[in-house]
C-alpha cells in the first residue's frame, strides 16, 4: 500500500489578500516615524500664552503654570513691562512678541490656543485680542493697569501729552520719563515717547474697556477678580460687560488680593479650562 502523502493547503485568493493586508500593515507602523507617533499621543489639545504683570517676571507665575499642565500646556512669555525689560519696546511690539509665540503654539498641533496673564498681562490679553484676534479664549486674572485713572488723577498726564505732541512731530524716539503707578507703588520709568504714549494713552491699548468692546471675535473669558483687588468695586459694568457675549465666559470672585489672585483661582481657573472641551 502506498503511504499517503499529506494535501498541501489551498492557496486560496482571499485568504492570500489577507495575510498580504496583514504584512502591509505591519511595514507602515514599522515604517511610521516614531517621534512622529509620540507628538500625536501626548500633545495636549489646549496651550496657554500667559504673561505677568507690570515691573514682574514669568517665574512670580511659574507655581501657577505647573498646576496647569495637567489640563493646559502654559508658555510664560517676559513681556517689555518686567522689571528687567522696563519698557524697551512700545506696545505693538509686544503684541507681535504675543503672536509669534501663538503661531508657534499652532504650528505645533494645539487645536485651542488661549491667551492671558496677571494684572498688565491681562491688559496685554485684552489688547492682542482687539488687535490681533486670533487666540481662542482669554484668561483674565486680576485686571491691571489703568492708564486712563492714571491721566484723570493728574499721574503722568504731563508725560503723556508730552509724548503725544513729540510722536505727531515725528520725534517718537525722543526719551521721556514717568512716573509709574503699580498698585499703590510708584517708579520712575524711562522709555521713548512712542513707548510712552503707547502704554499710558487714556485711550489707547491699555484702556480695558475699550479693548474688551474691541474684541475682533467673541471668545470665551474667565475673568477673576479678588475681593481685595482695588479693581472689585467696579464689577462686570468696568470690562467683563463689555466684552462679546460667549456661553463657556465667566465672571469669578475670589477672596483675594491683586496679588495672590492666580494661587486663590487656581481650582476654578482648571475647572474653566476642562469645560472648554
Known sequence: MSPTVPARPLHH????????????????????PSSAWLQTATTPSCALVLMHGKWGGP????????KLENVCHVVLLEMPWSGRRAYDQPYSVALKEISTQVQSLRDKGYRQVLVGGQSFGTNAALAYMAEVGDA????????????????QQGMG?????????????GQGAQALTIN???????????????TLLSYFDPDGLGHMPKTSAGFKKA?????V?????????????????????????????????????????????????????
Do not use: C
Not at 503707578?181 to 512712542?194: F, K, P, V
Open 180 to 194: 509709574d503707578m503699580n498698585q499703590g507703588r510708584r517708579r520712575n520709568m524711562t522709555m521713548s515717547a512712542e
Open 13 to 32: 485568493p482571499i485568504s492570500a489578500l489577507i495575510r498580504l493586508g496583514r504584512w502591509l500593515s505591519l511595514a507602515l507602523v514599522l515604517a511610521w
Open 59 to 66: 517665574q512670580g507665575l511659574a507655581l501657577f503654570a505647573r
Open 136 to 151: 481662542d479664549g482669554v484668561l483674565a486674572l486680576a485686571p491691571g493697569h489703568s492708564p486712563r485713572l492714571m491721566y
Open 219 to 223: 471668545v470665551p473669558v474667565l475673568w
Open 157 to 169: 498726564r504731563a508725560e503723556v501729552d508730552q509724548a503725544r505732541s513729540l510722536v505727531a512731530a
Open 225 to 277: 477678580i479678588g475681593t481685595q483687588d482695588p479693581l472689585y468695586p467696579a464689577g462686570e459694568a468696568f470690562a467683563y460687560a463689555k466684552l462679546p457675549p460667549h456661553a463657556k465666559s465667566r465672571y469669578l470672585v475670589v477672596e483675594a488680593g491683586h496679588g495672590n489672585t492666580p494661587e486663590v483661582a487656581t481650582a476654578g481657573v482648571i475647572e474653566w479650562l476642562k469645560g472648554l472641551g
